[in-house]
């Protein structure tokens, strides 16, 4: 008993809602990436540029050239202190709905040395 209502605890917590949200507004392709590769691309709705969006809830929006290096980091998020699949789903919908305030309101930083560690969140291919 005690094991289902961990179970239930840990399934129904703020962060695996954020995470279930996200995964039903991903393509199959970026559920597969974020699944495999801990992070996923996003093509801007403007430039068509390419961002990657790492789980975490500030400086974790890389913008990449052509060839897939990363040119500069955004540092945007939504209001409020909230869960990093919530997070995430918010960078993404603005990148391909708002791309031009995005670049207008983010911060820039190098993104030198920039990396996030795979064990850090896990996620899995299904909600």
Known sequence: MKLLFETHKRETSPDSR???????????AQRLQ???????????GTTGKCYRIYPATSMNVVELDDCGQMLRGLC???LGNLPV????LAQ???LETA???VRTIAG??????????RSRFRWQLRP
């Not at 954020?18 to 991903?26: A, N, P, V």
């Open 99 to 101: 791309e031009p305030s």
């Open 85 to 88: 699949g919530d997070t995430m």
């Open 76 to 78: 945007f998020l939504p």
């Open 92 to 94: 993404k919908i603005a």
């Open 18 to 28: 954020s995470r279930r949200l996200l995964y039903e507004w991903l393509s199959p």
């Open 34 to 44: 974020l699944a495999e590769a801990g992070y996923l691309d996003v093509i801007g």
């Open 108 to 117: 820039q930083f190098t993104p030198v040395g920039f990396r996030f560690g």
